[in-house]
C-alpha cells in the first residue's frame, strides 16, 4: 500500500507541475475570460479524462510500450502538434483579421474595392468567430465541446505518458496493486489541477468584462493563439 509520505511527494511533484503556466492554463483562462463557463469546465474536465487515462495506460504498461516504440511515439507526436498548430491558428488568423479591419476601418480610405475587400474580410472574420463562439454559456453543446477540446488536447500530447511514464512507476510499492495505485495518484493529480482550474476561472470570470473588449479579445487571442501554436512547433522538433 502507499504511503502517505509517498502520496505526499507526489503530490508535490504534480502540484508545481499544475502551478507552471502551460497549453492547459491558455485554454482554460480563454474559454472562461469570454464568459464561456460552461465550456470552460468543459474544458477542464476533458483535460482531467486525459490525465486520467494517461495515468491507467501507465500503470497497465501501455504507456511504455508507446514510449518505447519510436514509430508510434512519432506519429502520435506529429499527430498532436499538427493539432496544436491547427487550433492555434484557428484562435489566432481571425485575431489579426480583427486587427486589420479595425485599422483599415480608422485609415477611412476613399478607395471603393479596398473598403469592399476589407468589409469582406472583417465579415470572414466574424464568421470564423462566431463559430468558435457557438459554445456561449447557454448554447447547447458547449460544454461538450469544451469536454472534447480538452480531451483530445491531452491526449495527443506524448510528453503526458513520458511524464506518467518517468515518475508513476516511482510511487507504485512492491507488491501492490498497479492499476489500483496508479489510478490513485492520478486522481490526486485531478484534484489539484481541477482546483488549479477553478482558480483560473475565477480569475478570469472577474475580469471578463474588461477581458472581452474587442481591443482586449484582440491582444488575448493573438497570445493564446500563439502560445498554442508554438506548443504544437515545440512539439513537432522535440524529441
Known amino acids: 500500500m502507499i504511503t502517505l509520505s509517498a502520496l505526499g511527494s507526489f503530490a508535490l511533484i504534480v502540484g508545481l507541475l499544475t502551478l507552471t503556466p502551460g497549453l492547459d492554463t491558455a485554454l482554460i483562462l480563454r474559454t472562461a475570460a469570454f464568459g464561456h463557463r460552461r465550456r470552460a469546465w468543459g474544458v477542464v474536465l476533458g483535460i482531467q ?49 480583427r486587427r486589420a479591419g479595425a485599422e483599415s476601418g480608422t485609415a477611412g480610405t476613399a478607395d471603393p474595392a479596398r473598403n469592399a475587400r476589407n468589409a469582406r474580410n472583417a465579415r470572414n472574420a466574424r464568421n470564423t468567430d462566431d463559430a468558435d463562439d457557438a459554445d456561449a454559456p447557454d448554447a447547447t453543446g458547449g460544454f461538450r465541446a469544451g469536454w472534447r477540446r480538452g480531451t483530445v488536447t491531452n491526449l495527443l500530447n506524448p510528453k503526458m505518458g513520458a511524464f506518467y511514464v518517468a515518475v508513476l512507476p516511482q510511487f507504485i510499492p512492491a507488491g501492490a496493486p498497479h492499476v489500483a495505485t496508479g489510478t490513485l495518484l492520478a486522481c490526486v493529480h485531478i484534484v489539484l489541477a481541477s482546483l488549479w482550474a477553478a482558480v483560473l476561472i475565477a480569475f478570469a470570470r472577474a475580469l471578463r468584462t474588461t477581458l472581452r473588449k474587442p481591443s482586449a479579445r484582440r491582444v488575448l487571442d493573438r497570445i493564446t493563439g500563439t502560445v498554442i501554436a508554438a506548443f504544437g512547433v515545440r512539439l513537432a522538433l522535440g524529441d
Do not use: D, E, K
Not at 71 to 97: E, F, H, K, N, S
Open 49 to 97: 479524462t486525459g490525465t486520467l487515462v494517461w495515468g491507467v495506460l501507465s500503470s497497465l504498461g501501455i504507456t511504455a510500450l508507446l514510449t518505447a516504440s519510436h514509430l508510434a511515439y512519432t506519429i502520435l507526436r506529429w499527430v498532436g502538434a499538427a493539432y496544436l498548430v491547427w487550433m492555434g491558428g484557428r484562435i489566432l488568423i481571425p485575431a489579426l483579421r
